[in-house]
């Protein structure tokens, strides 16, 4: 079994920056890979960015040059930090693991940019 719980969300202005970090336990394989997807009201669960093992990386176009992925594989933890936020980044954002052919999720955390 695998768990994963995210902090970090909230209530963001425009341009500010948030830090959202994902802390997976149970049975974590060291080539699991991590990542972050986003519903946005009305709209479909959308990749934002993804992370292997080896630290290789991926982002939607949308959040290139602005958001940033990294893990911690001693601690089973995957963090975005977040900048120049704007209102299409309100969301609900969701930690995802993938290990073995499976998909494991978090509970989500709420992303509202707004003034």
């Known amino acids: 079994q695998v768990q994963l719980v995210e902090s970090g969300g909230g209530l963001v202005q425009p341009g500010g920056s948030l830090r959202l970090s994902c802390a997976a336990s149970g049975s974590i394989l060291r080539t699991a890979a991590m990542g972050w997807y986003r519903q946005a009201p009305g709209k479909q669960l959308e990749l934002v960015a993804d992370?292997?093992?080896?630290?290789?990386?991926r982002y939607a176009d949308s959040v290139k040059g602005r958001f940033t992925i990294s893990r911690d594989n001693f601690k089973n933890m995957v963090f975005l930090q977040m900048n120049s936020l704007n209102s299409e980044n309100t969301a609900v954002y969701y930690c995802n693991l993938g290990q073995w052919g499976y998909n494991y999720w978090g509970p989500g955390t709420q992303v509202t940019v707004s003034s």
């Open positions: 992370i292997r093992s080896g630290g290789s990386t």
